[in-house]
């Protein structure tokens, strides 16, 4: 898993990561493949831009572009975060689901 740490930013926003890129783990999720994404956004106008990681699970293969966009459509369902504008995103990593 650390090796393949933030690879997937590497990765052109359009293509799909390979195996290479993607960290294969026995732990239990929920779906099959979970991306790790970067997040920059502001609480308001004028205040220090904050950066967190946020996961999006997915039972199928995404590209940066496409997890990307999960993001953003979900962005306001999640409460916590209702307040923030984004202001940049970044796929970072990918992990997925391997029976032992």
């Known amino acids: 898993m650390e090796v393949k740490e933030g690879l997937v930013r590497y990765v052109r926003k359009d293509r ?16 099959e493949y979970m991306y790790k994404v970067q997040v920059h956004s502001v609480i308001q106008a ?7 990681f946020v996961n999006i699970m997915s039972d199928v293969p995404m590209t940066p572009e496409m ?29 997925r689901k391997v029976m032992d």
């Open 67 to 95: 997890v990307e966009s999960e993001v953003e459509q979900r962005w306001g369902e999640w409460e916590k975060y209702a307040a923030e504008e984004l202001v940049g995103l970044q796929t970072w990593s990918a992990v």
């Open 16 to 31: 799909y990561p390979t195996e290479k890129t993607i960290a294969a783990v026995t732990w239990e999720t929920s779906k």
């Open 46 to 52: 004028g205040a220090p831009i904050t950066e967190r």
